[in-house]
């Protein structure tokens, strides 16, 4: 049974494609995030919701845009997509905001062309 | 702008061995400290957290946290081939942002 899903694993695409990435958590999670790790394996968060409602938004592009349809699903669309857009992409869960521990998901590999 | 340091490593440690990684943060007030173990191509994976002064106990893993000196470490005692890894340091805020450093190398040799 796994915590915390995400899909794609991989994706490859050109540079200006749209694509999304969705993942699910199967924990009872109030909270969601996602966290990009570039090449020099920096994890950094990107987003965050708690029980739906958009908390943490650090500075990035606005090419990126989370959607978080319940507390348990949370995706990441990207639109325009850049040669630096090239990461690894991270969910994660916890049971809430306040110091709480996080789960990962596997990841999805995005790979511009 | 918070900061969490750590030491990139290789640090080479002697299977049996105990590896001993270091963590400085930036922020006096944060409240709760996480120690995440990643393997190469995988996602890190909880294995310590740690919220108050003094150390803190799980299996091989020990997790010592000093506010006063802003540090935070993790021993791995009997170090084996399966913890070769790198290992992310993580401070947490009210908010559920974890603030990491660039991670510690750690390589067990046989």
């Known amino acids: 049974d796994t915590a915390v899903s995400q899909t794609p694993k991989y994706l490859v695409t050109q540079m200006g494609n749209d694509k999304s990435i969705k993942c699910e958590q199967n924990?009872?999670?109030?909270?969601m995030y996602w966290y990009k790790q570039d090449s020099k394996k920096f994890l950094k968060i990107m987003f965050s919701y708690n029980n739906k409602e958009l908390i943490i938004n650090e500075t990035v592009p606005n090419r990126f845009s989370p959607k978080s349809p319940d507390k348990a699903h949370l995706n990441l669309h990207i639109n325009s997509l850049e040669l630096g857009d090239s990461a690894v992409y991270f969910c994660?869960?916890?049971?809430?905001?306040?110091?709480?521990?996080?789960?990962f998901g596997d990841g999805t590999r995005l790979s511009i062309l | 702008q918070k900061e969490v340091e750590q030491n990139s490593g290789p640090l080479s440690v002697p299977e049996g061995a105990i590896a001993s990684l270091n963590c400085t943060y930036s922020?006096?007030?944060?409240?709760?400290f996480f120690w995440y173990r990643q393997y190469s191509g995988k996602s890190p994976e909880l294995i310590m957290s740690i919220y108050s002064n003094g150390d803190k106990e799980d299996g091989r893993f020990t997790a010592q946290l000093n506010k006063a000196s802003q540090y935070v470490s993790l021993l791995i005692r009997d170090s084996q081939p399966s913890d070769s890894a790198t290992y992310l340091c993580a401070e947490g805020d009210s908010w559920g942002k974890l603030q990491f450093g660039a991670g510690t190398q750690v390589v067990v040799t046989p």
């Open positions: 994660a869960s916890s049971l809430g905001t306040d110091n709480q521990p996080q789960h």
């Open positions: 924990l009872g999670h109030d909270t």
């Open positions: 922020d006096r007030g944060s409240q709760s």
